[in-house]
């Protein structure tokens, strides 16, 4: 079967834009093939800076004949109805339909039948078609024709179009169409510098092979493997090491066709510098690979580049160009660095803490230095859950931020919390301290590394919870694939900090805490704003009026009645945003525990019950719900518990009441009822003692001894007795079947 081969060739495509324009290309063409009736066998779509290319095989020569019915009015309908089925249906008159028996009306039915046309004709009418909407996030017009209507946009000046349409073993035909001006050809261009001369192709094959000649290496996979196997082997045979970065080969691989490797050097007196910052001035502003010295673990003075033109005098002038830049850069990194440093001696970071008075990190949630010291006072407040040092925790809080304050975290904001670190030592501060201003932000990721030592994870889980607690209580939370202030992110990185440290911390006491501080906070912000209000009108001398309102609006909220409705509201707005987090933890474990491949009912059913604010807990409970219900005690259990939930919730709706309270004991006719009732009453002891004790296996096996007694009542014992009271006695021994099983999980959560 026919092949296609595609081409759109333009000016640089930037990198960050390559493999998603390749994948939509793809997916486009794939699309509307498959819409068309023209089912292929495979297509793989390439991309290097100047073209977008794509081949699809096993494509078939011609479209399917297409043969359907279209139903038409019923026999005896107006002729205006009839008239326009016949329009529709392309019939001249009723006699060339067929009419179809039905009980509720014969109708009029038309059989089209629609030829088949050549897939080559197909193909000519969906590639323009595509060209011209193609999703690029920006675009622009060019030439005498973008001050037309209707002219076409592309990320880059389109320059020419391949489309080739035929089996491998013949000649391929040229698919016929033409984009603003622009013909489809068989015609295409190498490399811009060693190659720039046109060249013909006709099939994929032939296509790559010349474009390999013309020193374009098409693949985007085997330009990176080039790049870093090279790079490699360049820096082993001087004695270094690769610091492999996989974004920036990514980026780097979209700017060469042809990449050639090459090393250059650095002055060593800029390696006093943190290694982070050299490889981020070096990253960011050249593009190029750092390497270290494999014995120190440390950076070297030598860099790697890669260019797109293999030069005549080996490269020597292009690693002098990037020399000279990166020493450029090198030097304004070391100017930063040791003025960072002067200051935070000379001033103390103390001193510049104080700037953060005036930076507003939330319209709503006050400032950097108010938050600063919400993380402090809640960081202090977990101090004794995890053993960690109050006095620790509150200087690495204090000087949490304080990196965002200097000069290469402004120039590099990769680097935060990093050069925080660095600082703090320069300056003396505690080990500890020094870590945890560098950990507080982590986890990052789900690969990034979790806080471990007690000061940094006091500081982190504060970092973390006051964003959440901030943001609930503004009711500025997360919705649908938004999620402008990272929570989602926060939450999980303070699960996975509960969960790999094994802490045990009470999220409800804590947020609801912190949820009841901002809302606090933001009442004494009105006031502070309404005093300032009048400060600014006295200095005026104007409006007296307003100045009187807004003392009268100041008394009215500091006044006894006031701060009580205050309270209450505070109180009540508190408990609904903070159990909507706890939600939102939830949802996040879920995750969490999904990616390890545990069952998100599990979890929905472990916080159904009171007070599960505890991460640890409730995994743990999770796990060995999980393990019961793999059993057969479990599952049958499960049956028979959710048997007993359902007959209650329609017995209540019907009575309209619930069936809480003891059964009556003298009430029981058959024996089932009776060592049902006991075996209740014995896993209710056993499993809570074992719940008690946080032994969830043990709760497990207990809850396995109501299987067999929970069966037999099933099988011998009718609930809606005729008797008014066994029936409600019944009803009431099966309230305690589901009670007992909320010892360890709500079982109505669960699915079958």
Not at 247 to 275: C, H, K, Q, R, Y
Not at 449 to 471: C, E, H, N, Q, S
Request: charged share 30%.
């Amino acid at each position: 079967m026919p092949d296609l081969l595609l081409e759109l060739f333009s000016e640089e495509i930037p990198a960050r834009m390559q493999a998603k324009a390749a994948d939509d290309l793809r997916k486009m063409v794939a699309d509307k093939l498959v819409a068309e009736g023209l089912v292929y066998e495979g297509a793989k779509a390439f991309v290097t800076p100047r073209r977008l290319a794509l081949t699809v095989h096993g494509i078939p020569q011609r479209q399917p004949d297409l043969k359907q019915e279209r139903k038409g009015p019923k026999i005896g309908a107006p002729d205006a109805a009839v008239q326009g089925f016949l329009k529709a249906a392309g019939l001249k008159s009723l006699d060339e339909a067929k009419i179809q028996r039905d009980p509720k009306g014969d109708f009029y039915i038309a059989l089209l039948e629609k030829e088949g046309r050549p897939a080559i004709d197909v193909i000519a009418e969906i590639i323009p078609l595509i060209i011209r909407t193609f999703p690029w996030p920006k675009q622009m017009r060019w030439g005498e024709r973008s001050a037309k209507n209707g002219a076409l946009t592309w990320v880059r000046p389109l320059h020419s179009i391949i489309a080739t349409f035929g089996p491998e073993t013949e000649e391929p035909d040229i698919v016929k169409f033409d984009v603003a001006g622009i013909e489809a050809g068989q015609t295409t261009r190498g490399h811009r510098f060693m190659a720039p001369a046109e060249f013909s192709v006709r099939r994929f094959e032939d296509y790559v092979a010349k474009l390999e000649a013309a020193k374009v290496v098409l693949d985007p996979e085997r330009r990176k493997d080039i790049i870093l196997t090279e790079a490699k082997n360049l820096a082993f045979a001087q004695g270094f090491e690769l610091v492999e970065d996989q974004v920036l080969l990514d980026e780097v691989a979209g700017l060469v066709e042809w990449p050639v490797v090459l090393m250059g050097s650095f002055d060593a007196e800029f390696l006093s510098i943190p290694d982070e910052v050299i490889r981020a001035t070096i990253r960011n502003n050249q593009k190029c690979f750092v390497v270290r010295d494999p014995k120190t673990g440390k950076l070297a003075n030598k860099f790697i580049l890669i260019s797109n033109i293999e030069a005549t005098d080996g490269g020597k002038a292009i690693v002098a160009g990037n020399e000279r830049v990166i020493r450029a850069r090198l030097s304004d990194a070391k100017f930063f660095y040791e003025t960072d440093l002067k200051n935070w001696k000379d001033k103390s970071a103390d001193d510049l803490l104080k700037k953060f008075d005036q930076i507003v990190f939330h319209e709503k949630l006050g400032t950097q230095a108010e938050r600063i010291a919400r993380i402090e006072h809640f960081g202090a407040g977990i101090a004794s859950s995890i053993g960690a040092n109050v006095m620790q925790i509150r200087r690495a809080a204090q000087l949490s931020k304080a990196d965002l304050l200097t000069e290469v975290v402004g120039e590099f904001p990769e680097v935060q919390g990093l050069m925080g670190r660095y600082y703090a030592l320069a300056q003396g501060e505690d080990a500890s301290v020094a870590a945890a201003i560098e950990d507080h932000y982590k986890p990052q990721g789900p690969a990034d590394r979790v806080p471990t030592d007690p000061v940094a994870i006091a500081v982190a889980l504060a970092d973390k919870i006051d964003a959440l607690t901030g943001f609930w209580a503004i009711d500025e939370k997360p919705t649908g694939s938004k999620d402008p202030y990272a929570l989602r992110r926060a939450a999980l990185g303070v699960i996975r900090i509960i969960l790999d440290n094994r802490l045990r911390i009470n999220l409800l006491k804590q947020s609801l805490a912190q949820i009841a501080w901002h809302i606090a906070g933001m009442h004494l912000a009105r006031l502070a704003q309404a005093r300032k209000a009048i400060a600014e009108l006295e200095k005026t001398n104007l409006d007296e009026r307003e100045i009187q309102r807004l003392r009268s609006l100041i008394s009215h909220e500091l006044s006894d009645e006031r701060a009580r409705e205050l309270s209450d509201e505070t109180v009540s707005t508190s408990w609904v945003r903070v159990n909507d987090l706890l939600a939102f933890f939830a949802d996040r474990l879920k995750v969490q525990l999904r990616d390890q491949g545990a069952r998100h009912d599990l979890v929905d059913a472990v916080f159904a019950l009171e007070g599960q604010d505890d991460l640890l807990m409730v995994v743990r409970r999770v796990e060995a719900l999980g393990k019961f219900l793999d059993s057969d005690d479990g599952k049958n259990l499960l049956a028979g518990t959710k048997r007993a939930s359902n007959i209650l919730a329609i017995e209540e709706k019907k009575d309209k009441r619930t069936f809480d309270g003891a059964p009556d004991a003298s009430l029981f006719k058959l024996d089932e009822e009776k060592k049902l009732a006991a075996a209740i009453d014995q896993v209710k002891a056993e499993a809570g003692a074992a719940v008690a004790k946080e032994d969830f296996a043990s709760a497990m096996s207990a809850m396995a001894k109501l299987r067999p007694a929970v069966d037999a009542f099933f099988d011998k014992v009718k609930v809606n007795d005729d008797d008014r009271a066994v029936r409600e006695n019944r009803l009431k021994l099966l309230n305690e079947i589901r009670a007992a099983t909320r010892a360890v999980a709500d079982f109505s959560k669960i699915q079958d």
